[in-house]
Structure formats: C-alpha cells, structure tokens
C-alpha cells in the first residue's frame, strides 16, 4: 500500500533551510467536548477520555485473555505497565497541582480525590502481585486477571466522573483564565519528560481529529512563548516516535531544513548533492555530540558571571541584590545537577567501556548546596552577618565550582566524546543528546533552551537547532509560509528553486509539493488530491490506485478488495500507530480491517483471527482439515460424549450447536473451527 511521507520521514534537501510556520487552529466544532475547551482546565477532559478509552481495550483484551486459551499474556502485560505508569504520573500531577491550589480556595474537596487515588494504587497492587504469583498455570488465572481488570476499570471510571461532576466546574469557576492555563501547564511540567514523549502522542491518538485540533489550541494557550519549547512539545503531541521510525538520515549532509516559527512547527529533511554546498568533516551536522561542547561553554560562561557578581558584592558590600543572585546560582545548579544525571541515565550506560564520573558529579553537588546554604544563611542574618566574612567565603565558593566543573568538562571531552564520535552514527549522537535533553523536567527546559541558544554564534544557534529537529521535530508543512536558501542564506517564500538571482535557480530538491510545501532527494515520491497527503510510490494509475469508499491508497493488485468506508482512517489494533499516516506498508485482511504488513507477520505467527472482528485473517481450510483429523480420532470420556454447546461462529456469524470438547468447537453451517461457546450444557441426556 502507499505510504504517506510523515514529517520526520522529511528529508533535508538541496538550498532549503529554514521553514517558517503558521499553526492554523480552527476553533469551531460540533463537538460537545470541544465547545467546552474554552477554558484550559477542560482539557482535563481529554485526559480522561483517552484513560477511559486504554481501560476500556484493556479490559477487553483481558476478556479475550479469559476465554481464548490461545491468547498470550504479554501484549497484555505491557498495556498493564503503559496504564499504570501513565495513569501514576496523572494523579501525582493531580496532587501535587491542582488539589492543593483548590484546597486554598475550596476546602474539604481535594483530600477526597487523593484519597481515592490510594486506594487506585491498591489495586493496581493487587492486579500485579497478580501477575506476579504463582497463579499463571492455574485455569483461574485468566478469570481472575480479567475480574481484576474489570473492578480497576470501574474505580478509576467512577472516580473520573466524579471529577468532571465536582472538581473541573469548581476549578472554572474558581480560578481565572491566566490562573487555569498556569495549573494546566504546572500539571504538564510535573509530569518526566521521558514520560512526557509517550502521554502526548497516546493522548493525541485517543481523540478524534477535531479534539485534537481543539486540544493543540488549548495548548497554544497553555505553553509559554518559547518556540523551540512549543515545537518539542507539539512534535510529541503529533505522535511521532523520535528515533525508531526515522529513515536512516545520514550521508552526505550538505543542504540542510530547519525552521523559524511563528507558532509550533519545525521540519527536517533530506540531503541533496555533494556539489551542491560542501560541508567539512568536522561539521556538528556530522558529529553532533560535539554539541555538548556547547553547554560547556554556556555553563562555564553562566559560572564566571556568577563569580564576577559575587566580586562585585564583596567590591561593593550591597546584599540588596541577593536574592536574584541565588537564584540565578539555583538556575545554574540545576542545569549542571540533571548535566550530570544525563550523563549517568544516558550517555555512559550506551558504551560498552565502563565510565564514571560519580565523584565529579557527587562534589559538585555537595559544592551547589554548599553555595545556596551559604546564600541563604546571609539572607536569614541580614544585618546581623559579617560582610566581609560573606564575601570572602562567596567568591572561594564560586571559584572552587568553578574549578570542579571545569575538570569535569575537560575529563569529558578527553574521554567521552572522543569514544561517542567513533563508535556512534550521528544519528545515535542525535539520539543521545535529545534524550540527554529530556531528563531534564519541563519547567527547567522552558527556560534552558532560550539560554543556551542565546549563548551561541548564529552559526551554531543554526546547527543546534536543526540536530535537534533532525532528532526529535515533525513539521507541519502544509502550513510552511517562507523558507531560506542555505547557500544564499536568503529568507523567501517556499518554493522548489531559490528566486535569488544568485543562486542562479538553484533547484531546492528534485521533488516538491506545492501543496503539501515537501521536498525530497532520494524516493520516488506521488501527491495523491484525494488523502491531500504526499505518499511513496510512482502515482496514481501507474502502482497505485485510490479508493473512494476506503479513502486510502492502495496498491493496484488490491482493486479487488473488501472496502470498508474511511477503513484506514483508525489505528493499526497491533502497534497502534495511525494507519492513514502511517510510513510503513499497509496489508488489508479478508474481513475488510487492516494492519501493518510487518504487525501482521509478527502477530499471524501466534493467531489466526483478526484482533478486531474475530473472523478468520486467510483460508483456512487446511488447518481445519487437521482439526477434523485430530477431532475424528480422539475419543471422549462416556460422561462428556452426550454433551453439547451452543456456539457462535465468527465467521459465518451463525448461532448453533456443537459437541463437547476442551479446545475445538466446530460450526455446522460453514465447518470453521473459528467459534465462541455461548452457552454451556452442563446437564448430559445419559442423567435423565
């Protein structure tokens, strides 16, 4: 099937650099949910929905565990871990946020909420000591991992509801606009960023379109003014997984795309010729680890300041200024406290040499609060305190942290980086520093990224920028406006040759969309008008053909296909990625429902029925042929052999009977094995 070329599938391209956005937000809706987003607090409501909606296909998927003896447990223990992990991190940011600011205002209400969310945990518990026991053999286990389901989904339903009956109209009326919009972005910054990456493009997937688009508007609201900031967080939201379903991107990076934005957007493309603009093999396009080298300096720049304000308050005696002295050192602190934490949780567990920089990391943190214990003390004495005494002791203080991190850096970059630049691939470096990026928590980041661009050379603010697209950004291209030609360095509307007169036409990639504002070098690429998306392949009615009812492109040998109207517009039940948009090929099952041809090799080893339906995914006449074999020759106990069920095929869709058996229950109307046993006869005739 075709596939659709996705924004971090965008590939840098020959001249274009930089793409400037407009978000276009459409505020009107039908919808009842999203008439409500005028107030931040509603998006709360959006939450729910999605919890709801995992509940509800966990308890389904622990349903089918129950009654099909067939059914594997560990799709079902990674949804069980995915639910815990994003449910835990919602009430943690529910109590540590919105229920103490609405205590202030409204009292004897939050305390209720938190407490439920205790008795929440408990059975989540109770569902994995579960898991956990010895139990898995038993026949009871699966009816018990589904009961247990059950009682969680119904708790945390109940719970929710309450919520949006007495807590969210509470918090609208009691708390202004500004006021709402601060707690929902204090919710989201209370919530780890690595976790962060997955609750936005899962909450993304569990809405409808026009939700979405409300929801995207909210956070418009909601997201402080920092563009780099809104890409990164409107890059999860797009759903997009950063690292595992980007094309290789390296070789020849010359002509590069990145992006000036005028709401939330950003791009990353593909490399055009050589020839075109020659970069060195020292560029941080080709070893952007070296961008570590950037913070270095920032924070070696940020110490010094620090060590000359504190010189000139030993010069000048004047303590009125101390309090934005400590918290800038408090700023500085943090950034080299998860610097180190980064480095610990991400860069030296992904070498196989053992590295280790905790005494470096352990002293300068004893050093910081040695600092902000010193500053407070003097803050707390006031006038009491010896100027003089302070002063010396502030200025040894900062020039002893400047020492420590400065040996630390230079150890860095004589062992680490060194290593990291032979044995990683610039797209593991990319890698590397965006997840380096995200142990940092969101309120620290807001500020982070406009001080360390600010500190660059435009030259590298460009070059940062873009590793950081080309790791983690998604673009939306419809709604490119400008562009700037790398070699002439000339910001002008978006278009596939540069109109400056000396770049002599240069062409910005062998394929561009008009419509969809892409480019491309490598693939062979067709728009199709009816998806208005770009989509791999040579075109329409040459390997491809459009269908009208399914409203997808399909691959010509599939014009005989069972159509099933906007059947690709819903998620893979596999994977669950987005099947419209979606990069990787595309297999549609007998039934009408389609997966990723890749999940559905891997899923086909282990069933035979799809995951939506139940109908049989191919003929299966041979199986059920050695089922008839195996059925003819077992011989059932007397007791069982007048004993029949009632069943339901799921194929035919027939309700009959068939005799008794442990596993296989045949359908008298079309012969499939593929049925469901409706009604047990407990009673046998040889009884009467």
């Keep these: ?273 050589r020839e075109s603009f020659l970069r060195s093999s020292d ?127 230079k150890n860095e970059e004589l062992q680490v980086l060194p290593l990291a630049r032979k044995h990683f691939s610039p797209k593991k470096q990319r890698e590397l520093l965006y997840k380096s990026l995200c142990v940092m928590p969101l309120r620290l980041i807001e500020c982070v990224l406009p001080w360390l661009v600010g500190s660059l050379t435009e030259e590298d603010a460009k070059s940062f920028l873009h590793n950081m697209r080309m790791a983690g950004s998604v673009m939306i291209m419809k709604a490119t406006t400008k562009m700037i030609c790398m070699n002439c360095l000339k910001v002008q509307p978006v278009g596939p040759v540069c109109s400056t007169p000396s770049c002599n036409g240069l062409s910005m990639a062998k394929y561009y969309c008009s419509y969809c504002k892409f480019f491309d070098d490598e693939r062979t690429v067709y728009h199709c008008p009816f998806c208005n998306l770009c989509r791999l392949g040579q075109g329409l009615g040459i390997d491809f053909f459009h269908c009208m009812t399914c409203n997808y492109c399909l691959g010509i040998k599939l014009l005989d296909h069972k159509c099933r109207e906007k059947g690709l517009e819903t998620n893979c039940p596999i994977c669950c990625d987005f099947l419209f948009t979606s990069s990787a090929a595309v297999r549609a099952l007998p039934c009408g429902h389609f997966m990723h041809s890749a999940c559905f090799q891997a899923y086909a080893c282990t069933h035979y029925i799809c995951p939506i339906c139940s109908k049989s995914m191919g003929d299966m006449s041979v199986y059920f042929g050695m089922l008839d074999a195996l059925m003819a020759s077992e011989v059932l106990p007397e007791d069982y052999r007048n004993r029949s069920h009632d069943i339901l095929c799921n194929d035919c869709g027939k309700k009959g009977s068939a005799p008794f058996h442990w596993l296989y229950h045949k359908c008298g109307y079309c012969g499939s094995y593929n049925t469901r046993v409706i009604k047990v006869d407990q009673v046998s005739d040889f009884l009467h």
């Design 1 to 273: 099937m075709a596939t659709p070329l996705t924004g971090l599938q965008h590939r840098d391209v020959g001249g274009v650099a930089v793409m400037a956005t407009v978000n276009q937000i459409d505020s009107s809706s039908s919808n009842k949910l999203s008439k409500k987003q005028s107030s931040p607090i509603h998006i709360f409501l959006y939450f729910h929905k999605a919890i709801r909606s995992e509940l509800d296909a966990l308890h389904r998927s622990a349903i089918d565990f129950a009654t099909n003896v067939h059914a594997e447990i560990e799709p079902l223990l990674k949804r069980y871990h995915f639910l815990r992990s994003i449910y835990q991190h919602h009430c943690n940011a529910e109590d540590e946020v919105i229920f103490p600011a609405l205590d202030i205002r409204v009292k004897n209400v939050a305390r209720t909420y938190s407490l439920e969310h205790e008795g929440e945990s408990v059975i989540f518990d109770q569902l994995f000591a579960l898991l956990d026991s010895d139990m898995k053999n038993k026949e009871s286990f699966r009816r018990e991992l589904a009961s247990c389901t059950g009682a969680l989904q119904t708790s945390i339903s109940q719970h929710m509801s309450k919520e949006e009956e007495q807590v969210i109209p509470l918090l609208v009326e009691k708390f202004s606009f500004e006021e709402q919009a601060s707690l929902v972005w204090q919710f989201l910054c209370s919530i780890p960023v690595n976790m962060m990456a997955e609750f936005l493009p899962w909450l993304s997937a569990s809405v409808s379109s026009d939700e979405r688009q409300e929801m995207r508007s909210c956070l418009c609201r909601v997201i402080p003014e920092e563009k780099l900031l809104q890409q990164i967080i409107f890059t999860w939201m797009d759903g997009v997984n950063m690292f595992k379903k980007r094309k290789n991107l390296e070789g020849d990076v010359t002509h590069h795309c990145s992006s000036i934005t005028e709401e939330s957007c950003a791009c990353s493309s593909r490399s055009i010729k």
């Design 283 to 409: 560029s941080p396009l080709e070893r952007p680890v070296d961008e570590i080298l950037h913070w270095h300096k920032a924070i070696e720049k940020e110490l010094i300041d620090i060590a000359e304000a504190a010189r000139r308050i030993q010069l000048s005696g004047d303590f009125s200024d101390l309090s934005a002295f400590n918290k800038r050192l408090q700023f500085i602190a943090e950034v080299c406290i998860f610097h180190c934490i980064a480095e610990d949780k991400v860069i030296f567990p992904a070498f196989d040499a053992e590295l280790s920089f905790a005494q470096e990391h352990a002293e300068e943190e004893t050093e910081f609060d040695k600092f902000r214990c010193l500053i407070e003390r003097i803050e707390n004495d006031g006038a009491n305190s010896s100027s003089s005494e302070f002063c010396s002791k502030l200025c040894s203080h900062a020039d002893r942290i400047m020492a420590i991190i400065g040996n630390h850096f």
